[in-house]
């Protein structure tokens, strides 16, 4: 199976709101493409993935593939982040990171 290799990787749980009553909807990855073997992303692009539908761990790093059938291989250090679905949407239309989403609320 190709794969996208990514570097700077959050897993960013998504919710309907922040309120105390909120609904998960699912995760997703954010991160910086450095190798993509389908061709689909340039080296240093910033990504965000569909909805995380499975983990598995081999030889040290995390293979992750998503709902729409595509394969994340991430090496290193994860960072773990909550947003709501709207700001989900700013991310990808603005390839922002996670952190500077965090910090426009």
Do not use: W
């Amino acid at each position: 199976m190709e794969k996208t290799f990514l570097v700077d990787v959050s897993i960013v749980s998504v919710f309907d709101s922040m309120g105390a009553n909120k609904a998960y909807l699912g995760d997703v990855l954010a991160g910086q493409v450095i190798e993509d073997e389908t061709f689909r992303f340039r080296p240093y692009e910033q990504i965000v993935t569909s909805i995380i539908v499975s983990k598995r761990f081999a030889d040290n790093t995390m293979e992750v593939i998503t709902h729409n059938g595509n394969c994340y291989s991430i090496d290193g250090n994860l960072k773990l982040f909550e947003i709501t679905l709207d700001e989900l949407i700013v991310m990808r239309n603005g390839s922002y990171s996670p952190e500077a989403i965090i910090s426009m609320r």
